[in-house]
Each structure stands twice: as C-alpha cells, then as structure tokens.
C-alpha cells in the first residue's frame, strides 16, 4: 500500500529550497565584510566557499551514506557536478565583474532551461501553471532590475553583450547541475554528493587563482569568510540538494528567484542602495511565481 505523504510534508522541501535561496541572497553581506578586511579575488573566493562546503559535506557524510556501492556511471554524473558547479561559479563571478544586473538577469535564465529540459531528460511533467509561474517570476526580475540597470551610466554594447553572455552560459551549467542531481539520487546521499562533487570542483577553481594570490592571503579575511560561508555555502547547498531530490526539477528552479530578491531587499538595508517602487512590484512578481509553484 502505498505510503500517504501529507500536504504539510509535501512542502517540505519547497521549504527547503526557498530557505537556500534566502541563505544564497546574504551573499553579499559575507562578500563584502570579507573584501573589507582584505581584497580577495573572486576565484580565490569561490575556491573557499567551496572548500568549507566540502568539507562540512564530508563530515555529514560519515553519517549520512547510501549503503551501497555507487555505480561507475554515478560516479561519472558526480564528477560533472563538480565540473558544472565550478564553472558556474566562475562565470557568474565574471559577469558580475562587468554589469551586476545584466549578469543576474541572464544567470536567471537557468529556471526556463530547466523547464525546456526536465519533460525531455527526466520525463517530468510540465504544467501550465508551472510554466507561467516561470514566466511571471522571471518579469518580475527583469522589472526587479530595471532601476539599477537604469542608474548607473550607460556601459558599452559590447560590454553589455559579454556580461549577458556569461550569466547565460553560466545558467546553463546551473540548469544542468538541477537536472543532473536528480540522476545521482539512488547513489549518493545529499551529503555524499555535496563532498564528491566538491572534491573536483575545489581544485578546479583553485587552478583559476593567480599564483601570486596565494603568497598575499590575508589570515583574518580568509578565517573570516569561510566560518561565514558555512550559512549560505554549506548549509544553503546542503538544502538545495536535498529539496531537488524530493520535487520536479522545474519548481525548484523556479523557487530559486527568490535569491536576486533577497539581495536586493539585503542591499537596500544594509547598504542603503536605492530600492523604488519597481524593485518592489518585481519583488512581488517573484514571490507570487513562488507561491504559485509552491501551492500546487
């Protein structure tokens, strides 16, 4: 007979995402305390946050294993999250160095990537009201944005195209990492697949850092941002890969907005950047996407 789940455990892990994606939007308050003490690199950065989210996940994992041994094609996915997570990071990070609200836009595209992806590689069944919930969060990101965008002075076409370019490559590396989670599910506890796979994107970054940097590491930042990164980096990814596992690919995706708009609530409290009244209807656009995914 099969087991009943209750509406209550049911949402459970849209919960769980949507608490990932609120830990992920803090970003910038770990960032840029850290970058206060000493500036750091952006690959030297990701290469930290990745390093804690390791190895809390392995500490996790000593408790937390699938009983049985792993297949070899298993393997071979979990390696490419690694692979696909470490570029998604890099990217991301070299959008942002162009224009921040161009590059978050973009990276946004990854919930629609999925969408298109999850009937055609899963086999999960996309409904209406799933896709016009992507639809209405992705809005009200773009309107989210538009005052920033509007803000600053005008940057080069080109410049533009470049960041644009980057945050969707780096939303398709994002969108794959969702989609592929789901194929390593039977193999890998949450915490196994978090350890492995940040034992391959770890070094991967790594190699991206200027050896000169590390000669210039300062001890107080460096401690500073990986006690930090525990929240957001370990316990938000620990989240996310949890709650993928437990729902159709698209709605956690699409609970994922909620990230750019707890950054923009965060910058507007705690550094005092402009938040209008378009911020606001695009904040309420996102949330009501994320309702509607979450109350299906």
């Keep these: 007979m099969p087991r009943t789940v209750s509406p209550l455990q049911r949402l459970v892990p849209y919960l769980a995402i949507a608490v990932a994606a609120t830990f992920w939007g803090t970003w910038a308050l770990v960032l840029r305390r850290a970058e206060r003490m000493a500036p750091m690199g952006t690959a030297l950065e990701s290469t930290v946050v990745l390093a804690v989210i390791t190895a809390v996940a392995g ?11 792993a297949t070899w094609r298993a393997r071979g996915w ?14 991301l990070f070299a959008a942002y160095k162009i224009a921040i609200a161009v590059s978050v836009l973009t990276h946004y595209l990854a919930p629609i990537f999925v969408a298109l992806a999850a009937p055609l590689v899963l086999g999960e069944r996309l409904t209406a009201r799933t896709v016009m919930a992507i639809a209405v969060s992705f809005a009200g990101l773009a309107v989210m944005l ?3 965008a509007g803000a600053t002075s005008p940057v080069a076409s080109a410049a533009m ?36 796979h940040g034992l391959v ?23 500073f ?19 993928v596992r437990r729902m159709p690919a698209a709605h956690a995706s699409a609970l994922t907005l ?31 996407g994320a309702l509607a995914v979450m109350m299906q």
């Design 225 to 243: 941002l990986a006690i930090a990164s525990i929240g957001p980096g370990a316990l938000g990814a620990m989240l996310f890969v949890w709650g």
């Design 59 to 69: 500490a996790i994992s000593l408790r937390d294993r699938v009983p049985r041994r």
């Design 146 to 148: 538009a005052p920033a």
């Design 78 to 91: 979990v390696a490419f999250l690694g692979f696909a997570d470490a570029f998604n990071v890099l990217l």
């Design 201 to 223: 994107a770890t070094p991967l970054l790594a190699a991206f850092v200027p050896r000169a940097a590390w000669a210039v590491v300062d001890a107080r930042a460096l401690t």
């Design 258 to 288: 909620i990230e750019p708009l707890v950054a923009v609530v965060v910058g507007g409290a705690v550094y005092g950047e402009a938040v209008g009244g378009r911020a606001v209807l695009g904040g309420g656009l996102i949330l009501a």
């Design 161 to 196: 195209w470049s960041s644009a370019a980057l945050g969707a490559a780096s939303a398709v590396f994002y969108a794959a990492n969702v989609i592929v989670t789901k194929f390593v599910a039977d193999d890998f506890s949450t915490s196994e697949t978090m350890f492995w």
